[in-house]
């Protein structure tokens, strides 16, 4: 089945620095989406991304997809302690009908 | 306010027995998915269903069944349970996938099979 890796697993940042977290896939996807998951909650769905080199942006982050429709990224410029979480890429191959195939996450933990 | 609940929300079960874990939405999204969550392996997909009557094997389904009797409600079987089956396990719905709408996640359901 498909698979998205995501790297790195764990990220430790100083409150104020940048953090990025990559998605990958050996396939070409038809749809990307960011989910973000405090500690001991729930994940909570951060944005779609659907065309090519598609970037947006909702406050310090911002989220593109490659030209390939193969791997993402997720940018979070000057951290926040309220960043701490995990953030999980999930992507769909087409059609929808495999359900969303989610990456690892990436665990940031941001030290004050 | 539209939502999706999950119960129950906590569970200690012994092996061997049967588990139902309930998922409930009121959003009357048509899909529907159980997730679970371990340590090193992310959110893995058990099961999922498009609409009423169907159902769909995920990428962990051995051990698991499912049943889709209404547009709302989506539980989740552990026939026999295993230690294996001690997780977390998050249900989710959405209108659709390939119209590309949002999943809503449940708040989860802590198992532990001792």
């Known amino acids: 089945g498909q698979q998205v890796m995501q790297i790195p697993q764990y990220q430790h940042v100083q409150e104020g620095e940048d953090f990025t977290t990559y998605c990958n896939s050996s396939?070409?996807?038809?749809?990307i989406q960011w989910y973000k998951q405090r500690p001991g909650g729930h994940p909570v769905f951060l944005i779609q991304?659907?065309?090519?080199?598609e970037v947006k942006k909702q406050k310090r982050l911002t989220f593109q997809f490659g030209e390939a429709k193969k791997n993402s990224s997720l940018h979070i410029t000057a951290t926040q302690t309220t960043d701490v979480g995990t953030y999980f890429c999930?992507?769909?191959?087409?059609?929808?009908?495999?359900?969303?195939?989610f990456g690892k996450g990436t665990h940031l933990i941001i030290q004050p | 306010d539209a939502e999706i609940t999950q119960s129950p929300r906590h569970k200690i079960t012994e092996t061997g027995r049967q588990v139902t874990l309930a998922c409930h939405q009121t959003?009357?999204?048509?899909?529907m998915f159980w997730y679970r969550q371990d340590l090193g392996h992310g959110l893995r997909l058990i099961h999922y269903?498009?609409?009423?009557?169907?159902?769909n094997k995920g990428e962990v389904s051995d051990g698991y069944s499912v049943s889709r009797s209404n547009t709302e409600d989506l539980p989740l079987t552990l026939e026999s349970a295993a230690s294996s089956q001690t997780s977390v396990y998050f249900c989710?719905?959405?209108?659709?996938?390939?119209?590309?709408?949002?999943?809503?996640f449940g708040e989860g359901s802590w198992l532990t099979v001792v």
């Open positions: 999930a992507a769909t191959s087409g059609g929808g009908a495999d359900g969303l195939t």
């Open positions: 269903s498009y609409g009423v009557q169907d159902t």
């Open positions: 989710a719905s959405s209108r659709g996938i390939s119209s590309g709408n949002t999943i809503y």
């Open positions: 991304l659907v065309k090519s080199g």
């Open positions: 396939t070409t996807l038809s749809n």
């Open positions: 959003w009357n999204h048509n899909n």
